[in-house]
C-alpha cells in the first residue's frame, strides 16, 4: 500500500450504529487529519493530530469519537449519527515541523462516503 | 482570519480551450496558497503551491496559477483543455505562523468534446 489508504470506501448506517471509519498513512508523516467534506460546503477541518496527540477539534459534536494510536493510524468512531451527517469524510497526512502542523502540502487518503438512515 | 473565495462554482469549456478558474484570498500574512484537484470517487490531489520565490507557480497536467499580491489573487490556468481535466478544483491558503489551511469551496470544471 502506498499514501494514505481509507476503509471502508462507503458505509451506510443507521442513526442508532456504532460503526468505525480507519485511515493509514504509509508516508511517514507526523500529522493527520479528518475532513468533513459535504455537497453544499466546503471542507471542513474537523480534527488535527500530531504525533498521535490531538491538537485541534473545531467543535465537532461529540457523537464523532478521533482515535489515533500511533503516528500512522487515524480514526473515528461513530455513534449515534444523524442523517445530516451523511458526507464524505476525509484523512489527510503531512509532515510538518513543530509550529507548522497544517500549514503546507496535505496528502490525502479516496475518504469514506458516509450515509446515515 | 483567513478566506478563500473562488468564483463560479461550475465552469464549463470546450476540449482544447484555455481553462480559467478563479481564486481570490484573504490573508493578514503573507499566504501560501494551494491548488488541488479532485477526481469522481477520490481523494484530493495537490496540483501546484506557492509558497515564497517565483510568482508564476507550474504544475502538473500542463496548468500554473500565478500569485498576483496587489489583487489578493492566484487564479489557475491551463491553456489547452483535455477531456481528462474534468474534475472538482478546490484553492487553499495558509500562511506563515498560525494559519492553517483554509479551503474554497470548489469550482467543478466541465469540458464539452
Known amino acids: 500500500e502506498t499514501g494514505v489508504t481509507q476503509t471502508p470506501r462507503h458505509l451506510v448506517m443507521g442513526m442508532t450504529n456504532k460503526k468505525s471509519l480507519k485511515c493509514e498513512q504509509h508516508?511517514?508523516?507526523?500529522?493527520m487529519y479528518w475532513y468533513k467534506q459535504s455537497a453544499k460546503k466546503p471542507l471542513e477541518l474537523m480534527f488535527v493530530y500530531n504525533f498521535k496527540e490531538q491538537t485541534e477539534n473545531n467543535s465537532v459534536p461529540s457523537r464523532f469519537s478521533p482515535e489515533c494510536p500511533n503516528s500512522s493510524h487515524l480514526f473515528l468512531h461513530l455513534h449515534t449519527l444523524q442523517p445530516e451527517d451523511s458526507a464524505l469524510y476525509l484523512c489527510?497526512?503531512?509532515?510538518?515541523?513543530?509550529?507548522?502542523?497544517?500549514?503546507?502540502?496535505?496528502?490525502f487518503g479516496p475518504g469514506t462516503r458516509l450515509t446515515v438512515l | 482570519a483567513q478566506s478563500v473565495t473562488q468564483l463560479g462554482s461550475h465552469v464549463s469549456v470546450s476540449e482544447g480551450a484555455l481553462v480559467l478558474l478563479r481564486c481570490n484570498y484573504s490573508?493578514?500574512?503573507?499566504?501560501?496558497l494551494f491548488w488541488y484537484v479532485q477526481y469522481p470517487n477520490q481523494g484530493l490531489q495537490l496540483l501546484l503551491k506557492?509558497?515564497?520565490?517565483?510568482?508564476l507557480v507550474k504544475g502538473i497536467n500542463g496548468f500554473e496559477a500565478e500569485f498576483k499580491k496587489s489583487e489578493t489573487s492566484f487564479h489557475l490556468t491551463k491553456p489547452s483543455a483535455h477531456m481528462s481535466d474534468a474534475a472538482e478544483y478546490f484553492c487553499a491558503v495558509s500562511g506563515q505562523g498560525a494559519q492553517k489551511l483554509v479551503f474554497g469551496q470548489g469550482t467543478r470544471l466541465t469540458i464539452n468534446p
Open positions: 508516508l511517514g508523516h507526523n500529522a
Open positions: 506557492y509558497t515564497t520565490g517565483a510568482t
Open positions: 489527510a497526512s503531512s509532515q510538518d515541523p513543530p509550529g507548522r502542523v497544517g500549514r503546507d502540502e496535505q496528502f
Open positions: 490573508s493578514s500574512v503573507p499566504p501560501y
